[in-house]
């Protein structure tokens, strides 16, 4: 038996690797896969209108895409802190909306535990859209505009709270990218150039364990070193567990579109990628939290810095911030 299971195991692990000796990872099993439902499309179609619609907040003057935009991978750039209603300032940068049904949990401190309840915190916080689920439903089944919209989507045109969520949360599993060089390089229809292949060395070593592929994020809640901001006061998981141990923990991103959705970090204090990579050679502070990969800092030199960003270059998918489908709704 076990003679039979040695060659089997090495074609499977050479069928693993690619002519240029990368180790391509499938992609995982979604967490959310809405796929089946009979009103499927309909219920996306429903949510985009409500994505883009100013009336989920109390003054009808912000909309979901006010802070993700998709043409900055639905991600928040004007601003270091997203900008709400009455021209509130909040505490944290909006974080990217990419490949959401691969998630379990959601926002920077991981609050939200489901999909369908994502929209529910921005909806009802004070400082973004300052309204709640009632308001929003009363102004929707008033407008008119939702009644077919709805009877399509949940064979009722009244809308309700539960059928508001549920198709935002079916638009936004489909905000999925994967048609990057990376991915293309993947699936073996091109290969990285030799700069690339450089910077993605250099990425497995140092950033991998973290932002690890395909997704490149490991879903995890990561102390990296940041100074506490004097000011904003915020310690990330510590807030939504008050376990100690998750002080100053914040959810690790997504590198996918990194270059478009810039400021970065929870609090957008870095306006670019090489103030990104100064922190991690320098600014790290060290705590007993701070991951431990990241105590002795992350040294490269200037060249690796640049064949770095080479490879970070890969991971932009145009057809992801340009797809029609995913766009404002023009009827």
């Keep these: 038996m076990k003679r039979i299971w040695i060659p089997i195991l090495i074609v499977a692990l050479l069928s693993a690797f690619r002519d240029d000796g990368n180790f391509f990872r499938p992609w995982p099993e979604k967490v959310y896969d809405f796929s089946n439902e009979l009103q499927f499309k309909e219920r996306v179609a429903l949510g985009r209108v409500l994505f883009y619609d100013p009336i989920l907040s109390a003054d009808s003057t ?19 802190l997203s900008h709400g209603i009455h021209d509130s300032v909040g505490t944290r940068n909006a974080p990217a909306l990419i490949n959401l049904a691969w998630h379990s ?48 989507a949940f064979g009722d045109e009244k809308a309700t709270g539960e059928t508001m969520l549920k198709s935002i949360s079916r638009f936004l599993s489909t905000l999925n990218s994967n048609q990057s060089r990376y991915d293309s390089v993947m699936r073996h229809e091109t290969v990285f150039s030799p700069q690339e292949k450089r910077g993605y060395s250099l990425f497995r070593k140092h950033c991998n364990a973290c932002h690890t592929e395909p997704l490149f994020t490991n879903y995890q809640f990561v102390d990296n070193g940041l100074p506490i ?37 929870h609090d957008g204090r870095f306006e670019n990628l ?57 009827k």
């Excluded at 909309?63 to 270091?80: G, I, M, R």
């Design 62 to 80: 912000i909309s979901c895409a006010s802070c993700h935009l998709q043409y900055t991978a639905f991600a928040h750039v004007d601003h270091a």
């Design 105 to 152: 949990h959601f926002m920077w401190d991981g609050a939200i535990h489901h999909l369908d309840m994502q929209a529910l915190a921005p909806i009802s916080h004070p400082g973004e859209m300052g309204s709640s689920i009632q308001d929003v439903i009363m102004r929707i089944n008033r407008s008119g505009k939702y009644t077919a919209l709805f009877l399509q």
């Design 274 to 330: 090489s103030e990104v990579l100064a922190h991690y050679d320098h600014g790290i502070v060290i705590r007993n939290s701070t991951h431990a990969k990241l105590k002795r800092g992350i040294k490269l030199t200037s060249a690796q810095r640049v064949d770095l960003m080479a490879f970070l270059l890969t991971l932009n998918d145009k057809h992801f911030l340009f797809q029609p489908e995913l766009g404002f709704p023009m």
């Design 229 to 265: 901001d004097a000011k904003l006061h915020d310690y990330g998981r510590y807030a939504i567990t008050h376990n100690p141990d998750d002080s100053l923990r914040f959810k690790v991103p997504t590198l996918r579109n990194i270059t478009y959705s810039y400021p970065y970090m």
